[in-house]
């Protein structure tokens, strides 16, 4: 294939697909599928595709093949089937989407129509096969030699560990030399043709055959219009990958990439070849999934090509996501949620350190918005923080925006998420992981696992704001692991939708391998204790800092805080219990009544049914607080520098004038200022006009080292993040006078979301050295009642600084 004419095919296109240039209604320009057939319209496509990391295309020269093309008598496919762990769509279940678990993706193994090349039958007898996204043809493979193949093309490609593919099924024969060459097609186009296995199929895929033939013989861009068939566009017929439902199913391969779409009509083709194979866009309407998928798919499918290649060279990664609301049931409870592109949580987004991220939202929310991408430093961007009021103007509703920044010097777990009044808590959040190629514990781990935990209302959140502002304080109803658990429906509202046994999430451990899992905290209000049942987690990672292994078997999280902890599958094939334990301590009377939220770890081998025992780890941990420092310790020590200002924050909570029950700072409550924002003002230079109640702090000299001290006259506890930094988290401790002989600052962790003890003060320590406004406040109920802070830092060198036209422009629109 060339790879000279495209950029990446992770943007994705909105296209209308009711009607198509040339088309009447109905369409009498096109081919239309007979009206018997039966393809569901409904459900999202996005998602609804199994994760692979191969593509093994067998030519067969024929259209139709068995049922299971691997029950075919001594052909290439069955032999594959015996000497690799095959995903060819055939296990997907039943009217679901892809559980994202934590199963490493495998291969896709099919036939096609393609005829095999010329050969001698006295000196080789077998298939050509096609391998993606290696875009290379191995010529004549036969079936006695399919393991051979497997170790040559299939193993120690796609992530460590699969060692054992040779380990366990060993090449029975001597080494084979294949005649191996290069793709010349510029892209192979794929529809699924599997009469036998679904009529659908073998209605559906000559209308399309036929249609693609036409426009690509009409563009000049089929085979047999190039020399040598060198840039032209190949298309073949395929046996089944799965989801008949969504028929026609198309796969272009292009630029070493997999794009899948679903319910394609030949109104469509003429659609396909321009967007995706001339401009290299996704389509989205028609996207099911592929090799990109782990750039625009729910959480927590993760992108493996990616992870390999964590040493490469810094690039843009472009991610479109949309802001809209739609039903969804994460627990069985059907309620109106926000979402990104339709889904709940929203896509994980994976780069590498250096690299740029490009998020292009459109908001399609019946109100303004704005994306914060939680832990990043945002340094040279501070417009791109997404805070309204404090460093832009709100995107409203039916508008784009997009933020642009880079990560030059951050790794780790983080998360975005909007930062407009509540959205969040209704669903506006997603996973970013910034992959280290210099990672520490690289070697300790052998895959890894996001863990999105999150506590979760079936009232919308704007609701549930207006009663947390009296003191009949609302509870969850409910907590999610992965956006997933099941709920007692009898306790559901008479008149609702509800479905009991929602299902809980799933990951899958095999034995003796070493898990990384990135744990993160999206809740309204919730700090959990989260666990797995008999299995021991060895602390690396708190926030983008590299911690000292420490073995733990509960970890507290607070909300907006990240974990990553190592987990070694060292227990008997079986299933355990993963468990997010409410700290109710730190909630409203009525959470006592909460139950424990769980997901499965499910060990390969296992019964898939089996219900796991109950094994709770019994470890006493103090409800309210971060882990003890002595767990958290850094893995690399750092000087750090000595205090050159102080800043006291008191916190309080009592009424205002309205009689509402409001947060305080020093006797001021914040207000934001929703028609401009205190970046807007540090440009205009009329900072020095803020009012008090938008709690603003101005630091003026580079390389200032500031010591905050909070102390809190509250009887709640609060996650305090701040926006621009890492801080060193100096001590915490109880009652309203900091204890100063007990800071640490000989090696203090350092992070960016912690924990105000209840009646107690904490002490952090940061370095001004970042332009920008960054917001200090408490996570997240708490921000919406005031318990916020702005720091101004170096406005002189912020006016350097040129934002982007579209910025300012967002101020000057109407936002509702």
Same mark, same amino acid.
């Given at each position: 294939?060339?790879?000279?004419?495209?950029?990446?095919?992770?943007?994705?296109?909105?296209?209308?697909?009711?009607?198509?240039?040339?088309?009447?209604?109905?369409?009498?320009?096109?081919?239309?599928?007979? %009206?018997?057939?039966?393809?569901?319209?409904?459900?999202?496509?996005?998602?609804?595709?199994?994760?692979?990391?191969?593509?093994?295309?067998?030519?067969?020269?024929?259209?139709?093949?068995?049922?299971?093309?691997?029950?075919?008598?001594?052909?290439?496919? %069955?032999?594959?089937?015996?000497?690799?762990?095959?995903?060819?769509?055939?296990?997907?279940?039943?009217?679901?989407?892809?559980?994202?678990?934590?199963?490493?993706?495998?291969?896709?193994?099919?036939?096609?129509?393609?005829?095999?090349?010329?050969?001698?039958?006295?000196?080789?007898?077998?298939?050509?096969?096609?391998?993606?996204?290696?875009?290379?043809?191995?010529?004549?493979?036969?079936?006695?030699?399919?393991?051979?193949?497997?170790?040559?093309?299939?193993?120690?490609?796609?992530?460590?560990?699969?060692?054992?593919?040779?380990?366990?099924?060993?090449?029975?024969?001597?080494?084979?030399?294949?005649?191996?060459?290069?793709?010349?097609?510029? %892209?192979?186009?794929?529809?699924?043709?599997?009469?036998?296995?679904?009529?659908?199929?073998?209605?559906?895929?000559?209308?399309?055959?036929?249609?693609?033939?036409?426009?690509?013989?009409?563009?000049?861009?089929?085979?047999?219009?190039?020399?040598?068939?060198?840039?032209?566009?190949?298309?073949?017929?395929?046996?089944?990958?799965?989801?008949?439902?969504?028929?026609?199913?198309?796969?272009?391969?292009?630029?070493?990439?997999?794009?899948?779409?679903?319910?394609?009509?030949?109104?469509?083709?003429?659609?396909?070849?321009?967007?995706?194979?001339?401009?290299?866009?996704?389509?989205?309407?028609?996207?099911?999934?592929?090799?990109?998928?782990?750039?625009?798919?729910?959480?927590?499918?993760?992108?493996?090509?990616?992870?390999?290649?964590?040493?490469?060279?810094?690039?843009?990664?472009?991610?479109?996501?949309?802001?809209?609301?739609?039903?969804?049931?994460?627990?069985?409870?059907?309620?109106?949620?926000?979402?990104?592109?339709?889904?709940?949580?929203?896509?994980?987004?994976?780069?590498?350190?250096?690299?740029?991220?490009?998020?292009?939202?459109?908001?399609?929310?019946?109100?303004?918005?704005?994306?914060?991408?939680?832990?990043?430093?945002?340094?040279?961007?501070?417009?791109?923080?997404?805070?309204?009021?404090?460093?832009?103007?709100?995107?409203?509703?039916?508008?784009?925006?997009?933020?642009?920044?880079?990560?030059?010097?951050?790794?780790?777990?983080?998360?975005?998420?909007?930062?407009?009044?509540?959205?969040?808590?209704?669903?506006?959040?997603?996973?970013?992981?910034?992959?280290?190629?210099?990672?520490?514990?690289?070697?300790?781990?052998?895959?890894?696992?996001?863990?999105?935990?999150?506590?979760?209302?079936?009232?919308?959140?704007?609701?549930?704001?207006?009663?947390?502002?009296?003191?009949?304080?609302?509870?969850?109803?409910?907590?999610?692991?992965?956006?997933?658990?099941?709920?007692?429906?009898?306790?559901?509202?008479?008149?609702?939708?509800?479905?009991?046994?929602?299902?809980?999430?799933?990951?899958?451990?095999?034995?003796?391998?070493?898990?990384?899992?990135?744990?993160?905290?999206?809740?309204?209000?919730?700090?959990?204790?989260?666990?797995?049942?008999?299995?021991?987690?060895?602390?690396?990672?708190?926030?983008?800092?590299?911690?000292?292994?420490?073995?733990?078997?509960?970890?507290?999280?607070?909300?907006?805080?990240?974990?990553?902890?190592?987990?070694?599958?060292?227990?008997?094939?079986?299933?355990?219990?993963?468990?997010?334990?409410?700290?109710?301590?730190?909630?409203?009377?009525?959470?006592?009544?909460?139950?424990?939220?769980?997901?499965?770890?499910?060990?390969?081998?296992?019964?898939?049914?089996?219900?796991?025992?109950?094994?709770?780890?019994?470890?006493?941990?103090?409800?309210?607080?971060?882990?003890?420092?002595?767990?958290?310790?850094?893995?690399?020590?750092?000087?750090?520098?000595?205090?050159?200002?102080?800043?006291?924050?008191?916190?309080?909570?009592?009424?205002?004038?309205?009689?509402?029950?409001?947060?305080?700072?020093?006797?001021?409550?914040?207000?934001?200022?929703?028609?401009?924002?205190?970046?807007?003002?540090?440009?205009?230079?009329?900072?020095?006009?803020?009012?008090?109640?938008?709690?603003?702090?101005?630091?003026?000299?580079?390389?200032?080292?500031?010591?905050?001290?909070?102390?809190?006259?509250?009887?709640?506890?609060?996650?305090?993040?701040?926006?621009?930094?890492?801080?060193?988290?100096?001590?915490?401790?109880?009652?309203?006078?900091?204890?100063?002989?007990?800071?640490?600052?000989?090696?203090?962790?350092?992070?960016?979301?912690?924990?105000?003890?209840?009646?107690?003060?904490?002490?952090?320590?940061?370095?001004?050295?970042?332009?920008?406004?960054?917001?200090?406040?408490?996570?997240?109920?708490?921000?919406?009642?005031?318990?916020?802070?702005?720091?101004?830092?170096?406005?002189?060198?912020?006016?350097?600084?040129?934002?982007?036209?579209?910025?300012?422009?967002?101020?000057?629109?109407?936002?509702?």
């Amino acid at each position: 294939m060339n790879n000279n004419n495209h950029e990446s095919l992770t943007d994705i296109e909105d296209v209308t697909i009711e009607s198509c240039e040339g088309c009447s209604v109905p369409c009498s320009t096109h081919q239309v599928y007979p %009206s018997y057939l039966k393809i569901n319209q409904e459900l999202p496509l996005q998602g609804t595709v199994k994760p692979f990391s191969k593509h093994v295309l067998i030519s067969t020269g024929k259209i139709d093949w068995q049922a299971h093309i691997e029950d075919e008598h001594e052909s290439l496919a %069955s032999h594959l089937a015996k000497v690799i762990n095959v995903t060819n769509g055939s296990d997907q279940k039943k009217n679901e989407t892809i559980d994202k678990g934590s199963k490493k993706p495998k291969i896709l193994i099919t036939n096609s129509n393609r005829k095999n090349g010329d050969y001698d039958p006295l000196i080789s007898n077998g298939d050509d096969v096609l391998l993606f996204p290696d875009n290379i043809i191995i010529r004549h493979v036969s079936p006695k030699h399919a393991a051979e193949f497997r170790n040559q093309f299939l193993c120690n490609k796609f992530g460590r560990g699969d060692d054992d593919l040779i380990q366990k099924n060993p090449s029975p024969t001597l080494p084979v030399t294949f005649t191996v060459e290069k793709m010349l097609y510029k %892209s192979v186009i794929l529809i699924c043709s599997h009469k036998r296995r679904d009529k659908r199929c073998g209605v559906t895929a000559p209308l399309l055959k036929d249609e693609f033939d036409k426009v690509l013989k009409n563009k000049g861009l089929d085979v047999d219009s190039r020399v040598d068939n060198k840039d032209g566009i190949a298309v073949y017929m395929t046996s089944h990958i799965g989801g008949h439902k969504f028929a026609g199913n198309v796969i272009v391969y292009c630029e070493g990439k997999g794009i899948w779409y679903g319910r394609v009509t030949p109104c469509h083709v003429n659609l396909i070849i321009e967007k995706t194979v001339i401009e290299g866009r996704i389509i989205r309407d028609l996207y099911r999934g592929g090799f990109v998928q782990a750039l625009v798919s729910p959480t927590p499918l993760w992108n493996q090509n990616l992870i390999e290649s964590r040493a490469s060279e810094p690039k843009t990664n472009t991610f479109n996501l949309v802001l809209k609301k739609v039903n969804l049931a994460p627990d069985g409870f059907t309620r109106i949620m926000s979402t990104i592109n339709g889904q709940y949580p929203g896509p994980t987004i994976e780069v590498n350190k250096g690299d740029r991220i490009v998020m292009n939202i459109r908001n399609e929310l019946e109100d303004p918005t704005s994306i914060h991408a939680h832990g990043i430093f945002q340094k040279g961007t501070p417009w791109f923080d997404g805070v309204p009021g404090q460093t832009q103007c709100e995107i409203p509703s039916d508008y784009e925006f997009t933020y642009n920044f880079t990560v030059p010097d951050q790794v780790g777990t983080y998360w975005y998420h909007s930062h407009d009044l509540m959205q969040y808590v209704d669903g506006i959040v997603g996973a970013l992981i910034i992959h280290d190629p210099d990672d520490p514990y690289k070697a300790e781990y052998d895959e890894e696992i996001l863990v999105m935990l999150t506590d979760y209302h079936h009232t919308e959140a704007q609701i549930l704001l207006n009663s947390f502002l009296t003191p009949e304080r609302d509870v969850p109803d409910n907590g999610l692991i992965n956006g997933k658990n099941n709920y007692d429906c009898s306790k559901a509202p008479p008149g609702s939708t509800c479905v009991d046994n929602a299902g809980l999430a799933k990951f899958e451990f095999v034995s003796n391998k070493r898990y990384r899992l990135r744990i993160i905290n999206t809740s309204a209000f919730s700090a959990f204790f989260f666990s797995i049942d008999k299995h021991v987690m060895e602390v690396i990672e708190v926030e983008g800092t590299y911690t000292k292994r420490n073995k733990i078997h509960r970890l507290p999280i607070n909300v907006g805080q990240r974990y990553s902890v190592i987990v070694t599958a060292d227990q008997s094939v079986d299933n355990y219990i993963m468990r997010s334990e409410f700290q109710k301590k730190c909630m409203p009377d009525g959470a006592i009544s909460l139950p424990v939220v769980t997901a499965i770890v499910h060990y390969d081998g296992a019964p898939e049914d089996s219900v796991p025992k109950d094994i709770p780890w019994t470890d006493f941990l103090e409800e309210c607080i971060d882990l003890i420092p002595e767990t958290l310790q850094p893995l690399y020590e750092e000087k750090v520098p000595e205090a050159t200002r102080e800043i006291i924050h008191e916190i309080a909570f009592h009424k205002d004038s309205l009689g509402i029950d409001k947060a305080f700072i020093n006797g001021s409550t914040y207000v934001p200022n929703l028609i401009s924002s205190t970046l807007t003002k540090v440009f205009e230079g009329t900072t020095a006009n803020l009012p008090a109640s938008e709690n603003a702090f101005t630091f003026n000299t580079f390389g200032e080292v500031v010591d905050i001290y909070f102390i809190n006259t509250d009887e709640g506890e609060h996650p305090i993040h701040m926006h621009g930094h890492q801080f060193w988290l100096l001590g915490i401790g109880n009652g309203t006078v900091v204890d100063k002989t007990a800071l640490n600052t000989v090696n203090p962790i350092k992070r960016d979301t912690s924990t105000i003890p209840i009646s107690g003060w904490s002490a952090l320590r940061f370095v001004v050295d970042n332009p920008g406004v960054w917001g200090h406040h408490c996570h997240m109920w708490h921000m919406q009642v005031g318990l916020v802070m702005q720091l101004i830092e170096l406005p002189d060198e912020i006016n350097k600084l040129s934002p982007p036209e579209e910025w300012a422009e967002l101020c000057q629109l109407k936002r509702y």
